[in-house]
């Protein structure tokens, strides 16, 4: 899987770009890298799409913020090695049919409006259907947050209908020449463009472009060209997601009525509470009881980490508030920087009852003059204020 480049750099503007600057930007670039100026020229197609899918994320404010926030690890994807980073694989993947569908406005209508070669034909003249967007959630444990998972999705969603093969149309004759548009596919109107006043052709809004209406609809279903369905979906999760992120799988959606493009399977995450762990942000906390002879004494006690059980030494002396910190041991970061650590917070377990034995034991370590408290004023400090410390830090 290539790299891929910093969707700003890809259109030049920085990081603070007003949507006005990164739709002129795009601009620029779609004309640069325009199929019909560079005819044949593969690196200017794969820069043409390149543009498209930066300004693709960069102009939509949701997909916007979970790319500053994320990177392309947020963009989703499904496909691929997975594994850490195995996001983004199949993200962008902009045929130009979708490029021409979803930004064609941005050349001021159907075609490039009044742009290149009008007539060439190729991409242009027909609009294309966008299927509509679906949200899932998925829940995932805290070993499956730290390890990185992949999750197969069964997703009800509306699909192209096999019987006629998305056309809504019985058969090929069960059309009729559309008499918005007399059969072209296409209306001519002048609009304003940035190439100034220009008399222009758009799709067709009757027949959307096809320029036959259907007479007799498929019968499975109506005419409508989708019918309900389920789709298996392989789904990579990164390492390091949290609760509410919003990974979008593209073209995984809704299929589009009449054929066109899928909309996308947007992927809500839910994290699971773990029992004993407590997350914030990529540290983890564990509360630990210690039993008050190994307070005192010291040994080693079982912890609980996303790893199942390990073992960790406590020092003679260890007080209550002391805060053990595993260092890596936590929630490794989205964007591969490091991970958190494992903190584990030190509470000294006091049993309500005692036996008349154990009473004995205490009474002698209470008379004892190792046990009479030696710190005294700023030098003791409660559990509240250690907690307090470590928080503030
Ligand atoms: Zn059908
Ligand atoms: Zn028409």
């Given at each position: 899987m290539a790299d891929k480049r910093d969707y700003y750099e890809v259109l030049g503007?920085?990081?603070?770009?007003?949507p006005d600057e990164i739709k002129k930007a795009y601009r620029k670039a779609a004309i640069q890298f325009h199929p019909d100026k560079n005819p044949g020229d593969k690196n200017a197609e794969e820069k043409f799409k390149e543009a498209a899918e930066a300004y693709d994320v960069l102009s939509n404010p949701d997909k916007k913020a979970r790319y500053d926030q994320f990177g392309h690890a947020g963009m989703g994807g499904a496909g691929g090695a997975g594994g850490y980073g195995g996001f983004g694989g199949e993200y962008g993947g902009f045929t130009m049919e979708d490029i021409f569908s979803r930004f064609g406005d941005i050349f001021?209508?159907?075609?490039?409006?009044?742009?290149?070669?009008?007539?060439?034909?190729?991409?242009?003249?027909k609009s294309v259907n966008r299927g509509s967007d679906l949200r899932v959630k998925v829940k995932l444990s805290l070993t499956e947050i730290v390890k990185g998972t992949t999750k197969k999705l069964k997703i009800k969603k509306d699909i192209s209908c096999d019987q006629c093969g998305g056309s809504?149309?019985?058969?090929?004759?069960s059309y009729t020449t559309c008499s918005t548009c007399g059969g072209s596919g296409h209306v001519t109107q002048v609009v304003n463009t940035f190439f100034g006043r220009t008399q222009t052709t758009t799709t067709c809004p009757t027949c959307g472009g096809s320029g036959k209406v259907i007479t007799d609809p498929c019968p499975k279903c109506h005419g409508n060209g989708t019918v309900k369905g389920e789709e298996v979906v392989e789904i990579n999760i990164p390492a390091g997601v949290g609760e509410g992120m919003q990974l979008s799988v593209s073209g995984k959606g809704n299929a589009a009525k009449h054929g066109g493009i899928n909309g996308d399977l947007l992927v809500v995450i839910e994290e699971e509470p773990h029992p004993e762990l407590k997350r914030e942000g990529n540290d983890l906390i564990y509360n630990l009881q210690l039993n008050v002879a190994d307070a005192v004494l010291g040994n080693s006690v079982e912890i609980p980490t996303v790893d199942g059980k390990a073992r960790i030494k406590i020092e003679p002396g260890t007080v209550a508030g002391r805060v053990l910190r595993l260092r890596g041991k936590g929630i490794p970061d989205l964007n591969g920087y490091g991970a958190g650590d494992l903190l584990v917070v030190v509470d000294i377990y006091i049993p309500a009852h005692v036996s008349p034995a154990e009473k004995e034991a205490l009474e002698k370590l209470r008379t004892s003059d190792n046990f009479k408290p030696k710190v005294s004023g700023g030098k003791a400090r409660n559990l509240f204020e250690r907690m307090r410390n470590y928080f503030i830090s």
């Open positions: 503007v920085s990081r603070d770009a007003s001021g209508g159907g075609r490039f409006g009044g742009f290149g070669s009008g007539s060439s034909g190729g991409y242009g003249g809504g149309a019985k058969n090929a004759n």
